[in-house]
């Protein structure tokens, strides 16, 4: 009986330890401020089985259509680059300053397709990672998955030729005008001077983030090289 109360006395111990460390404002939340190695090993371990769940259940449709990889790349590059980066740009002001680091989708991640969808659709608590389906339909998130999975080969040329193809000789803006079966206006909107770039790269958004904050194009302008690595080798998004 005396081991019960031990065990009953020690368990209100360690309770009442963990409320006065939660009040006491000890912990350091900067995201100048690495975490430590038990908290970091803690919070990712979480995350990816939380994500390997939940995306277990998801039908992945079929992603190799010319135009949804098309689609996808220009809201790629409206929505994701400024953080996941995109061929040629190697670092952002908001990219620099987040903790964790996002993943360089331009570099091979381990995540399937599934998982990709659900972490686009619903993000990913205390990461900055947005949950993009509260503004977008599957089928646009859909798209941005079906150009993952062609974006860690492709050149910054090809990139640029996905993202902007009315720089190409045929002249022809791909999702000008267009309008998917379901529906929805897939025009694109000139999103030039998200990322910083001086040559004015034309990266569009869908028409439902024209109301995108301004500002968000300068807290996303490139700072040049900055020699960081992502905050977990693995990949894991953010």
């Given amino acids: 009986m005396k081991l019960v109360y031990g065990v009953i006395l020690a368990l ?10 939660v009040y006491s404002g000890v912990y350091d939340v900067a995201a100048s401020d ?55 740009l190697e670092e952002t002001a908001l990219r620099a300053g987040l903790n964790p680091m996002p993943p360089a989708l331009t570099q091979p991640i ?11 659709k619903h993000g990913i608590k205390m990461t900055g990672m947005p949950a993009w389906g509260a503004t977008h339909e599957d089928g646009e998130l859909w798209e941005i998955v079906a150009f993952l999975q062609q974006l860690p080969e492709l050149s910054e040329q090809e990139y640029a030729a996905l993202v902007n193809p009315g720089d190409s000789p045929s002249g022809e803006r791909a999702g000008e005008g267009h309008a998917r079966n379901d529906g929805h206006d897939h025009t694109h909107g000139d999103m030039s001077g998200m990322m910083g770039d001086s040559s004015k790269q034309a990266a ?35």
């Fill in 12 to 21: 209100i111990a360690l309770a009442a330890g963990g409320v006065a460390f």
């Fill in 204 to 238: 569009a958004s869908h028409s439902d983030m024209d109301g995108m904050d301004s500002s968000i194009s300068g807290a996303a302008q490139e700072t040049g090289k900055k020699g960081s690595s992502d905050h977990y080798a693995d990949g894991h998004t953010h």
């Fill in 110 to 120: 381990h995540w399937g397709p599934a998982a990709q969808f659900w972490i686009v």
């Fill in 34 to 88: 690495e975490h430590t190695p038990l908290g970091e090993w803690v919070i990712h371990t979480t995350m990816h089985n939380s994500i390997e769940s939940q995306a277990s259940d998801v039908t992945v449709p079929d992603l190799d259509g010319r135009d949804m990889v098309a689609q996808g790349a220009r809201a790629y590059d409206a929505l994701c680059a400024a953080c996941h980066l995109k061929p040629g």
